[in-house]
């Protein structure tokens, strides 16, 4: 097939694609509590949040692997597939640019809930609660309704070490689970695999055990953990269990390439995470919160949150579709919704 533009090949194929992609697995989509298909979720007037039931655990998708697409298109293709929720980018090179929440963010999140979708955490940047940018975004992200936002990084200071690193990093957390309160929004950090904070899952611990759970927590991601703790993860889950407000979902296995070992990542299930265990002692904690597919591995483009797709974009969507109904299926075996 030859190669066209993304704006021109998402927006006059993607209608249809979702369409056909949705009509191979509909029948598969049932609902499991308030994570259900978006159908069963119902937008309120005025485009407010869908109502949903406390301790639910609604499945959304990661809107950076559909940024090929604008908001309105994102939230139809969404909506058809099955999702229940968008997990937004609020970032640079994102669905909506940081330095233009205020204004951009409201229209993104009404235009979503039109849909039928909620928007319960957003995916950002922000991770230093003096940078005025944080505190107009949380705040526009506050007033709309949305639960959780995903922040930034931390990277250890080599001149400090860990040990000091860990007791800096401590007083800017607690500093911004203040600034959440404010806003009436929890931070959630992300477990990542690698060298900085949270790639050990124990350090966030240290972080954030005397930080009230309500504005600041985790959102944990069963593969970086795996990636990182082996078959010992568990012990940081149960650490962090009472800190988790989100999860990502994705899979991986190691493979060995050009001499060095690397994460291979594939479509969930053909990995190397024990999504049954996991799902075993998210149950078992009574873990919720929103869970949001991530899509790595090779999908022209998508995986990397490119603007222009090098695939036709019913192969990005079937396989979109494709991840949820496997994670519809552990959850049904899990017995979880």
């Not at 978006?38 to 007037?45: E, I």
């Not at 969404?78 to 330095?99: C, F, S």
């Not at 400090?160 to 950090?189: C, D, M, P, R, W």
């Not at 996991?278 to 090779?298: A, C, D, K, W």
Request: charged fraction near 25%; aromatic fraction near 8%.
């Amino acid at each position: 097939m030859k190669e066209e533009s993304a704006s021109n090949h998402s927006r006059r194929h993607f209608v249809k694609a979702a369409a056909l992609a949705v009509s191979g697995l509909s029948t598969g989509l049932t609902g499991f509590g308030n994570a259900g298909r978006a159908g069963a979720w119902q937008t309120q007037p005025g485009g407010a949040a869908p109502k949903t039931a406390a301790g639910s655990s609604p499945v959304c998708i990661f809107s950076k692997h559909l940024q090929w697409l604008d908001i309105p298109e994102m939230a139809k293709a969404a909506a058809d597939m099955g999702y229940a929720g968008i997990d937004l980018t609020v970032r640079k090179g994102g669905h909506v640019e940081p330095e233009k929440a205020v204004t951009e963010l409201p229209r993104a999140v009404e235009q979503i809930r039109k849909a039928g979708l909620d928007v319960p955490v957003i995916a950002t940047n922000l991770i230093d609660p003096k940078d005025p940018l944080t505190g107009a975004v949380l705040r526009t992200a506050g007033k709309l309704g949305i639960k959780s936002y995903r922040t930034g990084p931390l990277t250890y200071d080599a001149s400090l070490g860990v040990a000091k690193s860990l007791e800096k990093f401590k007083k800017q957390l607690t500093e911004l689970a203040a600034l959440n309160k404010k806003h009436n929004i929890q931070g959630a950090y992300q477990n990542h695999s690698g060298v900085r904070v949270g790639a050990s899952v124990w350090d966030l611990w240290v972080l954030l055990k005397d930080v009230d759970p309500r504005w600041m927590g985790v959102q944990y991601d069963p593969k970086h953990a795996t990636a990182e703790g082996g078959m010992s993860w568990v012990h940081g889950l149960d650490l962090l269990k009472n800190h988790i407000s989100s999860m990502d979902i994705k899979d991986f296995y190691w493979e060995k390439r050009e001499g060095k070992w690397r994460h291979r990542q594939v479509p969930l299930g053909e990995g190397m995470v024990d999504f049954k265990q996991f799902f075993g002692l998210v149950r078992q904690y009574n873990i919720t919160g929103p869970m949001s597919i991530h899509f790595e591995y090779p999908l022209g483009g998508a995986q990397e949150g490119n603007k222009q797709l090098t695939v036709p974009a019913e192969e990005v969507l079937a396989a979109m579709k494709r991840d949820l109904q496997t994670l519809r299926t552990m959850l049904r075996e899990a017995n979880i919704g």
